[in-house]
């Protein structure tokens, strides 16, 4: 409030103006790959032959997105499927990271350090795929799609992002709680969460991001074709689609006389048709971040 | 002694009980299947089992070192990592303050989004637009040079320029997405702060330097050790679609070369030898910034 | 404040009942492909029992399940049109056990280890995985099948058989793997635009000289008269391309010739592998092939040439199917050239071996009479007398010889390698073809044979020519020594390993430049040399006398 009142300093002034400055030159440099991909991906079949980099389409064309969603409803399910593990999964995972990162966050927790470590050390240390495999053979969760989150469900380096965010709560806050009379529960639900909205944010979309991106566990565990995540299902067709053979939509339009798709266009639509929907999430995440919740705001 | 320390265990009996399911999650999921680091030790034959195959102690080692270009990898890999430790730690850094400073609130959330997109673009996908990018016929880049009367490189072939090549590409992708966090932690700091300090008189840089850097000094320190177990770590993907064969001698980095020398050819054993040295390596370095970390600022420290 | 918190809670415990009504459905809904049934022809990877005998007095049931990597299709289901019939015609459920990633070896240790054996598995025989398999008594030794009794198909349309089996014997005098060979062996060709050559006044190159200096003019002097700096004599994607190359001048890094000494050493040991390296460099310096060459991938490079900018390629029949050039120019006249003379003064086409892979059997299969049945049936009747001389040679080579090898038929160049239009889709058996030949991808041979109901008479010709090579490999005019079906010994395929990355830097320095061949060529010997060369070359000394592929 009293920015707006306080008249800005020359120097305030040029600081604002090359900031703005940079960020917009970092903004175009990073939407310049991504623009590249979305022309590609809507460019017809001759502007890949005859131009080295599109900049702009000579027109649209929507062939690929055919291609690549046009597979009847086989697709959608694989949507349907990561949707829930990115949904569900989150919700587990970012629940059960919360209460892990809560208790390592005590300061006068006993064993404290060994319990951290014991956790840590399985970031760096791993016994390889095969084990892992049986492991979750041996409990039957082969072919489920508990088999996709269950094995990832705590991310340690979350965890302990996490718990930067709750020890860095200012003290007053936990005490006068803890005063009035609050048990752990409570403590968690009542106080914790409310004032951690960015970092629940956070972890919540590394989570859903985590789980959208579902690769390795749902080639590995899964033999169904009904239980195939997006990114494993949009893998297939983009090996079929190179290969460009036994896939219904290219040997139609190979029969038209039409351009085989070049690869590179399928698998721009490829690659737009698995990130554009968790990029929409990300507005939503930044609601969250809200600037500073003053220690008076709590005392109610 | 034992007396306290067993009337802390019964006070915090609750948070043991909260954390008790996790635990056992680790043991099932991480600590049961991690004995097959064991079979870094052995010959494995798949169908023998892993009873039946033979012991062969530290051959998988002696093969990695004693093979002709590991040395050079491996320093190519130290200086590379020791680079994007460098350039890559402080830029999200920077790009959370700079955005967090952005008074224009719709160009603020815009460039924030996209800022992050290049993290969801794969490796293979990010070389080709840099090949694109970089060819010394067609390549923006080489464009501008000829406007300037320059000749064209062919940058991707330049050995001198892959080390270059590495950090640019690997600031490129993760800028955006690592500046995410550091955004979060930003908004918990208190706004009263700010609003004493410019009362205080406060220009813009005394107060990024005695309020907002201070507040993430914890995080920035947990960051800081893990980057450093990154050390001697450059990931394979990036290495594997950036490099090309001129640019072997400043450009090869562990991962891919192992990954040549035996991983390609069902060497299971090989493969799991290979992890277990990175993970000591990548302990031991963690541990000793930890060390460090404890040192000069507790709360950043992980354990 | 109070209702801050308060609607934040709402919030949270919306979410939360959400969620729970989510995982609730969802579990239900998911339930049943969990608790599964292991239906007939389905995917699952769990434990398979194959169907108890029935007594009609059609053949038993059986389920055979299958590991193949297909390039074609990542993994064939029970729709799959093929599948069906095989249940029909058949009764045996047929089930594709699919890699799960990139790497055929990688699932395969997964299944083995998980105790998921699979009843068959389809290797290539480049790999050394039978003798592994074999040594760890996963599969059955098998050649007491290997008759007219059980698979008299597959015997028919093996081009000399007796040939075959000879080399997948293994030293323990077992054979474990059903052959499966190449229709096309020699199906690379060189390729070329004529219209290109008519234009500029040039003649069909015959050697590697005069195919330099095609390439040249075919960059700098507008052969498509469109006043436009656009065109390339040639481009290569990726470290394999040049392999044809090598072939020519007979210096494969990936081959074993023999050496001036006698001795069974590699090809970029040779010395002339340094002229190899050279002539490469003065394709890029007198701008005949582009620079480019080591950031080209294949579909940029396919692009180029579907749009008419690219002079020469080599190719092969897989992709040849995208050169869809004469939609796109249709003035073009892009068509296949004879041999050019490399080393020796051979001219050489390069093939791919006719023994590409091997089906073996494991040990836990239950019925490996079913197998022999469905492998039997793929191989069907209708092939026809091709011959083919195989004796021995792992690749073919070949002297061009005008009127033998090659002609000139209305004025076009012809010769052997014109690919068959594999697929067409107008028809209910061209549709059977064409699924048949994606799906099995093994005896294609068969199928070829429906679509070209004639024998080609010059192949007759083609192959006996008295130039091609044979058994004893000092005969062989380019000095190439068959290594196919030799079990190679542990070091030999590390030292492989470790050459790769060594010979692509000295490659890609040398193209592009870096450095002075003839030093860097001499580096990379010494280097190959610490690595152990000496004891690599004796070795395969040894093995290719005992196994009779030198005297």
């Known amino acids: 409030m009293y920015k707006n009142i306080i008249r800005k300093s020359v120097g305030e002034q040029i600081f604002l103006c090359l900031n703005n400055a940079v960020l917009f030159m970092l903004g175009f440099a990073t939407l310049l790959p991504f623009y590249i991909v979305i022309v590609n991906s809507v460019s017809p079949p001759e502007d890949f032959l005859f131009k080295e980099i599109i900049i702009w389409p000579s027109k649209l064309d929507l062939q690929y997105y055919k291609v690549v969603l046009g597979k009847g409803s086989t697709i959608y399910n694989a949507y349907k499927i990561t949707a829930f593990l990115a949904t569900a999964g989150t919700f587990i995972s970012l629940a059960i990271t919360t209460i892990t990162a809560y208790v390592l966050a005590q300061r006068k927790l006993p064993f404290r350090s060994l319990l951290t470590l014991f956790m840590v050390f399985t970031m760096y240390f791993s016994g390889g795929m095969i084990p892992a495999y049986l492991v979750v053979r041996y409990l039957n969760l082969i072919d489920t799609v508990w088999a996709m989150i269950i094995p990832g469900m705590i991310g340690t380096y979350n965890m302990l992002l996490m718990r930067n965010f709750i020890m860095g709560i200012p003290g007053e806050i936990i005490e006068a709680a803890t005063i009035d009379g609050c048990s752990e529960l409570c403590m968690i639900i009542k106080i914790i969460l409310p004032i951690s909205t960015a970092s629940m944010a956070t972890i919540g979309l590394f989570y859903a991001v985590q789980y959208w991106n579902t690769f390795s566990g749902g080639v590995l565990y899964i033999n169904s074709a009904k239980l195939r995540p997006l990114q494993v299902y949009l893998h297939h067709i983009l090996n079929q689609a190179t290969l460009q053979n036994d896939f219904k939509e290219l040997g139609e339009l190979m029969q038209q006389g039409r351009y085989k798709p070049p690869s590179e266009a399928v698998q721009a639509a490829t690659i737009m048709s698995a990130t554009l929907p968790i990029i929409f999430v990300y507005p939503f995440v930044q609601k969250y971040f809200v600037k500073g919740i003053t220690v008076g705001s709590l005392k109610g | ?303 | 404040m109070k209702t801050r918190a308060r609607f934040q809670k709402t919030k949270n415990t919306a979410v939360f009942l959400l969620a729970i009504v989510m995982c609730i459905s969802l579990f239900v809904g998911c339930g049943d492909s969990k608790t599964g049934d292991v239906k007939e022809g389905s995917t699952h990877l769990g434990t398979v029992k194959p169907e108890a005998a029935t007594t009609s007095e059609m053949q038993e049931e059986a389920t055979i399940r299958w590991y193949f990597k297909m390039s074609k299709n990542p993994q064939v289901t029970e729709d799959d049109f093929v599948i069906k019939k095989i249940k029909e015609d058949l009764n045996i459920n047929f089930v594709h056990m699919a890699p799960k990633t990139d790497d055929f070896n990688e699932t395969l240790n997964l299944l083995l280890a998980a105790g998921d054996i699979p009843d068959v598995i389809t290797i290539s025989s480049s790999t050394g995985l039978t003798s592994r398999l074999s040594a760890d008594g996963v599969i059955i030794p098998i050649e007491q099948y290997l008759s007219d009794e059980y698979i008299p198909n597959v015997i028919r349309i093996t081009p000399q058989w007796d040939a075959v089996i000879k080399y997948m014997k293994h030293p323990d005098e077992h054979i474990y793997g059903v052959p499966v060979t190449r229709k096309h062996p020699h199906d690379v060709s060189m390729y070329i635009r004529h219209d290109w050559l008519k234009n500029l006044n040039l003649s069909v190159p015959t050697n590697l000289e005069e195919l330099r200096n095609v390439l040249e003019k075919f960059t700098k002097n507008d052969p498509d008269g469109n006043n436009k700096n656009d065109t390339v004599g040639t481009m290569i994607d990726g470290l394999w391309a040049p392999t044809f190359y090598q072939k020519i001048m007979a210096c494969d890094k990936d081959e074993w010739y023999l050496s001036e000494d006698g001795t069974v050493t590699n090809g970029s040991v040779l010395p002339r592998h340094k002229d190899f390296l050279k002539y490469m460099k003065s394709l890029i310096d007198t701008g005949g092939l582009d620079k480019e060459t080591l950031t080209t991938n294949y579909n940029a490079l396919t692009e180029k040439v579907n749009s008419g900018k690219v002079g020469f390629v080599f190719t092969w029949s897989g992709y040849n199917q995208r050169l869809d050039i004469q939609k796109v120019v249709p003035e073009s006249d892009w068509g296949p050239m004879p041999a050019v003379k490399g080393a020796f003064d051979i001219g050489v086409l390069p093939g791919n071996a006719p023994l590409s892979s091997e089906h073996v059997i494991t040990k836990d299969c239950k019925n490996v009479d079913a197998v022999l049945r469905l492998m039997n049936y793929m191989a069907d009747d209708k092939s026809t007398e091709d011959k083919y001389d195989f004796t021995g040679s792992y690749w073919y080579m070949t002297y061009g010889k005008k009127g033998l090898n090659w002609d000139v038929v209305d004025g076009k160049f012809v010769t052997g390698d014109n690919n068959p239009e594999m697929y067409k889709q107008n028809n209910e058996i061209d549709k059977w073809v064409y699924y048949f030949n994606r799906f099995a991808n093994m005896f294609d041979n068969a199928i070829d044979d429906a679509l070209e109901p004639e024998p080609k008479k010059f192949k007759e010709e083609f192959y006996s020519s008295p130039l091609i090579s044979t058994d004893i490999s000092d005969e062989n005019p380019l000095k190439f020594i068959n290594i196919g079906g030799i079990v190679l010994p542990e070091e030999v395929t590390n030292f492989r390993s470790a050459q790769g990355p060594k010979w692509e830097e000295l490659y890609g320095k040398a193209i592009l430049g870096k450095g002075d061949i003839d030093k860097m060529w001499d580096e990379y010997i010494k280097v190959l040399e610490n690595d152990g060369l000496q004891q690599i070359e004796d070795t395969m000394t040894k093995l290719c006398r005992e196994y009779g592929r030198i005297k």
């Not at chain 2, 991690?34 to 051959?59: H, Q």
């Not at chain 2, 914890?218 to 679609?241: D, H, K, P, R, W």
């Not at chain 2, 493969?271 to 000069?296: H, M, P, Q, W, Y």
């Open chain 2, 1 to 303: 002694m034992n007396k306290s320390l067993g009337n802390q265990i019964y006070k915090y009996r609750i948070y043991f009980l909260m954390i008790l399911p996790v635990i056992l999650w680790y043991i099932i999921f991480s600590y049961i299947p991690m004995s097959g680091i064991l079979l870094a030790f052995k010959d494995y034959s798949v169908y023998k089992g892993f009873s039946e195959s033979p012991w062969v102690g530290l051959k998988w080692f002696r093969f990695i070192v004693n093979s002709p270009d590991f040395f050079r990898a491996f320093r190519n890999t130290v200086v590379i990592s020791f680079y994007m430790l460098v350039f890559t730690f402080p830029a999200p850094i920077i790009l959370a303050i700079m955005l967090n400073e952005c008074q224009r609130r719709y160009f603020k959330r815009i460039v924030q989004t996209i800022s992050y997109l290049p993290h969801f673009l794969s490796w293979a996908v990010i070389s080709g637009l840099m090949i694109s990018l970089l060819s010394p016929s067609v390549g923006f880049v080489n464009q501008i040079i000829k406007l300037f009367g320059g000749e064209a490189i062919y940058f991707m072939a330049e050995v001198s320029y892959i080390r270059a090549l590495y950090v640019i590409s690997a600031l490129w992708k993760g800028i955006g997405w690592g500046s995410i966090i550091y955004l979060a932690k930003i908004t918990t700091i208190d706004p009263q702060l700010y609003e004493s300090a410019i009362i205080d008189g406060a220009g813009k840089f005394k107060q990024i330097w005695h309020i907002t850097l201070p507040s993430m000094s914890s995080l920035i320190t947990m960051m800081l050790v893990f980057s450093s177990a990154g050390l001697c770590q450059v990931g394979f993907e990036q290495a594997y679609n950036l490099i090309i064969s001129p640019t072997y001698d400043k450009g090869m980095v562990i991962d891919y070369y192992v990954y040549r020398m035996g991983v390609q050819q069902m060497k299971y054993s090989f493969g799991t030898a290979v992890g277990l040295a990175n993970s000591v390596i990548s302990i031991i370095l963690l541990a000793t910034a930890n060390t460090v970390a404890k040192r000069i600022n507790d709360e950043g420290a992980i354990w």
